[in-house]
């Protein structure tokens, strides 16, 4: 069956630094792959998405990455600060038509100044 | 309205009653999904619209759980008999369309059954 796989423990990074966030998945082909952010008590919001034909994608201090052969996305935030902390969920389609998406279990960020 | 909108934000009910979740999604958007987030977990989807029509349904957990949207916009999420294990976050998302495009989601109905 399909499997996404993010980091269960949390990142804990200094103010200034750069997050790098991990996304492996396992039987699957994805034709795109997207990262949302998650604050508590909040839905999901829609960061990025990237192509299977995109090796990386920037949107101001984001950089998504995708490597189809490696199934693996990495999600870099750079010059990082505390309103970054929150958790950014992985997300792939299932297939077909529709977006119906399969989310790995996030990963927590916690910026420290 | 300028974004999903979900009421109730909170739902205390007891075992074995039943409960409806609502959700308005942005306007003209014509995919809808209602998705369930255990803490910890990330969302787990359950049903989904395109319009009026229940386009995918197999996230739906068991027969206890209904899900309409008859005018294809305002959708309910129907659970009857709720079961304990049934408390969870209940999200909604829209998109203007289904696939390749953001989903844009509401705060969540949190549901706890005692």
């Known amino acids: 069956s399909q499997k996404i796989e993010q980091n269960s423990e949390a990142l804990n990074i200094q103010e200034g630094k750069t997050a790098t966030l991990t996304c492996n998945y396992t039987?699957?082909?994805?034709?795109?792959l997207q990262w949302y952010r998650q604050d508590p008590g909040r839905g999901p919001v829609f960061l990025l998405l990237?192509?299977?034909?995109?090796k990386e994608k920037r949107k101001e201090r984001l950089k998504v990455t995708f490597d189809t052969t490696l199934k693996q996305s990495l999600f870099h935030i750079t010059a990082s600060q505390p309103a970054d902390s929150a958790t950014y969920l992985c997300?792939?389609?299932?297939?077909?038509?529709?977006?119906?998406?399969?989310f790995g279990t996030g990963t927590l960020l916690a910026v420290q100044p | 309205g300028a974004g999903v909108s979900q009421t109730p934000s909170n739902k205390v009910t007891e075992k074995g009653k039943y409960v409806e979740l609502r959700c308005d999604p942005i306007?003209?958007?014509?995919?809808l999904y209602w998705y369930r987030q255990s803490l910890g977990q990330g969302p787990e989807f359950l049903i989904y619209?395109?319009?009026?029509?229940?386009?995918?349904d197999s996230g739906l957990p068991n027969d206890r759980f209904f899900a309409v949207r008859p005018e294809g916009s305002v959708s309910t999420l129907k659970i009857q008999r709720t079961e304990r294990g049934d408390s969870a976050v209940y999200l909604c998302?829209?998109?203007?369309?289904?696939?390749?495009?953001?989903?844009?989601f509401g705060q969540g109905t949190r549901l706890t059954v005692v």
């Open positions: 998302a829209s998109s203007s369309q289904g696939g390749h495009t953001e989903a844009f």
């Open positions: 039987n699957y082909s994805p034709a795109y």
């Open positions: 990237i192509r299977e034909n995109e």
């Open positions: 997300a792939l389609p299932s297939g077909g038509a529709t977006n119906k998406l399969i």
């Open positions: 306007s003209g958007h014509t995919a």
């Open positions: 619209f395109q319009g009026t029509g229940a386009a995918d």
